[in-house]
């Protein structure tokens, strides 16, 4: 147990550590103490982390310089801290700080950088290989990024800067540190100079977006499903040997581009209902015909193969079929302005469906369609 000013007000406060985590009596300024028998953190317990006082000792230290006191506590592996938001109240999850000064061994790991710059900081993407990695950081409270790579000072904020004021969802390309993309709260961007330097995609948000359809500042959770697959970026993949083929889903599908700049689909959940969750591309298994596999929340995954050689226009797929999905609803025999011949069905987006007669398949503007005995 220990005596501390939790809160900056000049009394000491009690401070304890037992089986359930650390417990807090707060000073009344007379001698009293104001008590609650929960733990103001779950952690640094007997029972809440495994904690035992003859291996690992926790102390109580302001060693944020705020005036307020933080937990410190000894691990097995190395030194924990639980920061004082101010109110005596602890950020809920300890920060690991620093190897070494265990009860044990610190482990086959070091520290790469400095403290990351925000405790908030949940997402970390790492590219360029083992030699001169590349660390970027985000998914802070306030939706910022920043980068460190070997021989940085410290972590470099990218965002908000450069054009770019949030990243809502950020995606590094892991073979090529220079190329980043983000959602940011008006636009997609895309930097082409490791994040110095923002762009608007164009191209990859209108296929995003449907044209305008979706709103790029729609929320991860806006339609109540609580998974945060509701936004219209959602994941980001990327080619190991060829840099323009890049992958993206989001609510309204899969999309690709091979030049790095022109994007085409490849799935509509407008015709392949489904919430695409994330991707995975493999180049591997057949490098004659590599495949994207797009999982869908709560589904399944859909295998996605096709592409075009490298410079080449994209193939269009075939659409994939969840084995529970219900008959197709009739369709119209219907002619394309480019003379190609199919069957068409209505989307309520001004769009149709269209299934050609050698078995591939888009969406098509409605007014780009005409009935068979009709000329384009």
């Not at 003859?54 to 801290?81: C, K, M, N, Q």
């Not at 608007?200 to 500042?217: N, S």
């Not at 004659?288 to 050689?309: E, H, N, T, W």
Request: glycine share 14%; charged share 25%.
């Amino acid at each position: 147990r220990f005596l501390a000013d939790l809160t900056g007000d000049g009394k000491a406060d009690i401070v304890a550590f037992g089986d359930a985590g650390v417990y807090t009596a707060r000073s009344q300024g007379d001698g009293s103490f104001a008590f609650t028998p929960v733990p103001a953190l779950d952690d640094f317990g007997h029972a809440a982390g495994d904690w035992r006082v003859e291996r690992h000792p926790r102390l109580v230290a302001d060693v944020t310089s705020a005036g307020h006191a933080d937990l410190v506590g000894f691990g097995e592996a190395g030194v924990l801290v639980a920061v004082n938001r101010g109110d005596g109240t602890f950020v809920p999850r300890p920060l690991f700080v620093i190897p070494g000064f265990g009860a044990g061994p610190s482990g086959p790991f070091t520290q790469q950088g400095p403290f990351l710059p925000d405790p908030t900081v949940g997402v970390v993407q790492a590219s360029g290989g083992h030699d001169r990695t590349v660390f970027h950081v985000g998914g802070d409270a306030a939706l910022r990024l920043w980068k460190w790579t070997e021989g940085m000072p410290a972590w470099q904020q990218l965002v908000p800067g450069g054009g770019a004021g949030q990243a809502r969802r950020f995606f590094v390309d892991p073979y090529r540190p220079s190329l980043l993309y983000l959602l940011d709260s008006d636009h997609v961007r895309r930097s082409d100079d490791g994040g110095a330097t923002w762009q608007v995609d164009a191209d990859l948000e209108r296929m995003l977006t449907c044209g305008g359809r979706i709103e790029v500042d729609r929320g991860e959770d806006a339609d109540g499903q609580g998974d945060h697959y509701g936004g219209i970026l959602n994941d980001m993949q990327f080619d190991p040997a060829d840099p323009g083929r890049r992958f993206a889903v989001g609510l309204a599908g899969a999309f690709t581009t091979a030049d790095g700049t022109t994007w085409t689909r490849l799935l509509d959940t407008g015709a392949l209902r489904g919430r695409p969750a994330n991707c995975w591309y493999d180049p591997i298994s057949d490098p004659a015909d590599p495949a994207l596999y797009v999982s869908f929340a709560g589904r399944s995954i859909v295998k996605i193969s096709g592409f075009a050689p490298t410079g080449a226009e994209p193939i269009p797929a075939v659409p994939a079929r969840f084995s529970d999905a219900p008959a197709e609803p009739r369709r119209a025999q219907v002619h394309t302005r480019d003379g190609r011949a199919g069957t068409a069905q209505a989307r309520p987006d001004g769009r149709a469906s269209v299934t050609f007669d050698d078995g591939r398949s888009a969406v098509v503007d409605a007014d780009d369609l005409t009935p068979p005995d009709r000329t384009a």
